[in-house]
């Protein structure tokens, strides 16, 4: 079985752009989480949706959101980057929202 | 202070020897308690997955939690080269709540 697909896996965006990074969960889950990796840090929750529903939102900006699609996957949309939103960007799929959560690989991305 | 707190290493021991990582933590809400394994520039991989306190082992790992120290820890037998990576902890007030992560240990395993 696939796991957790993120994609794309490395990004290089200019101050003030718009990204979105997307995410396939696994087969059967219906419940994605998006958390942030600073080099160094362990990762900070952002968002987490179940059954196209936002459940949770951690303590970033307005710039950050997200949605779910009828198929379970997903999109984090950053708007006006900055400098600091440089990190590892990193999806998770449970089968119902529980703990028990698996990770993708993550999408890299650089804001210069 | 940090929800939890992770010693962020390096940590250096010889091939087969028994590692110990820990964390402790300060909310006495955590009932569910996970080590990821993140090697370099790769998204985290679910080791062990536990509930409230006590022990759980998978192969050559161990999980322990003591709520009443708040303390949790990890314990690796017969190291090998490839268990070198970043050990994060990670606990949770609920099944359905947002996950809260130590900031990592270093690991490595020299031949």
């Known amino acids: 079985d696939a796991g957790v697909t993120q994609s794309p896996t490395h990004l290089i965006k200019t101050r003030g752009q718009h990204v979105t990074l997307r995410c396939s969960p696994i087969s059967g889950h219906k419940s994605v989480s998006w958390y942030q990796q600073v080099l160094g840090q362990g990762p900070q929750f952002i968002f987490q949706y179940y059954e196209k529903e936002e459940r949770g939102r951690g303590n970033f900006p307005d710039r950050f959101s997200a949605r779910q699609f009828p198929n379970y996957s997903s999109e984090l949309n950053v708007n006006a980057l900055l400098l600091g939103d440089s990190a590892l960007y990193l999806c998770?799929?449970?089968?119902?929202?529980?703990?028990?959560?698996?990770f993708g690989q993550g999408t890299r991305l650089t804001v210069v | 202070q940090k929800e939890v707190e992770q010693d962020p290493g390096p940590l250096s021991v010889p091939e087969g020897a028994i590692v110990s990582l820990n964390c402790t933590y300060s909310?006495?809400?955590?009932?569910?308690f996970m080590w990821y394994r993140q090697y370099s520039r790769k998204g985290p991989e679910l080791l062990m997955y536990t509930y409230s306190s006590g022990n759980k082992e998978d192969g050559r790992f161990t999980a322990q939690v003591d709520k009443s120290s708040k303390y949790i820890s990890l314990f690796i037998r017969d190291s090998q080269p490839s268990d070198s990576a970043t050990y994060l902890c990670a606990m949770s007030y609920s099944s359905a709540s947002k996950i809260i992560f130590g900031s990592g240990t270093r690991l490595s395993i020299r031949p």
């Open positions: 909310n006495s809400a955590f009932q569910y």
């Open positions: 998770a799929s449970s089968p119902a929202g529980d703990s028990e959560a698996f």
